[in-house]
């Protein structure tokens, strides 16, 4: 999963902004469409709130809109008109970077993959399976079927959790 430039050169100016309200950047999503285009920004509780079970509130995000209106004002990084969106990635997150698939070892996740795998008129583009395993090239899947899948991180073009209701 690779962020487009556009995402990292957004990701470069908002990152300071968010930290500044005492929450985590999940993640962004920039979708230009025509005129008016759509910047969508992930927060989450920072690392020590999500040990005592603080989420992320309404106000935290009204927070981290109002800061990161005020230095896109500035930058101006994005032409033309644009909506600004601030939420949290909820229960079924997508991931933007290989690393926080790993705090979700053991859960279902999905998968839209690049390029088909599999053989014959098994071939697929998305996978849904329990995450078994990740490392620096790789991930490993068992669907509700029980077969296996091992994906290269080059070849994932979206990856998010499922919710599963306990």
């Excluded at 950047?25 to 469409?33: S, V």
């Excluded at 279902?108 to 990740?134: E, M, N, P, W």
């Amino acid at each position: 999963m690779k962020l487009s430039t556009k995402v990292a050169e957004l990701t470069t100016i908002i990152a300071p902004a968010v930290a500044a309200c005492d929450v985590a950047l999940w993640g962004i999503e920039f979708a230009p469409q025509g005129r008016r285009s759509l910047l969508r920004i992930y927060i989450e509780s920072l690392p020590e709130d999500k040990a005592q079970d603080k989420q992320v509130t309404i106000e935290d995000c009204a927070a981290v809109n109002h800061q990161v209106s005020g230095v896109l004002e500035v930058h101006d990084p994005i032409a033309g008109e644009y909506i600004l969106e601030v939420s949290s990635p909820g229960f079924d997150r997508m991931f933007f970077s290989d690393e926080q698939m790993q705090d979700y070892v053991g859960q279902t996740i999905s998968l839209r993959l690049i390029q088909a795998i599999g053989q014959g008129d098994k071939k697929r583009r998305k996978v849904t399976g329990k995450l078994d395993s990740i490392d620096s090239e790789t991930v490993q899947l068992t669907s509700v079927d029980g077969e296996q899948f091992e994906v290269a991180l080059s070849n994932i073009d979206k990856a998010n959790l499922v919710f599963e209701d306990a």
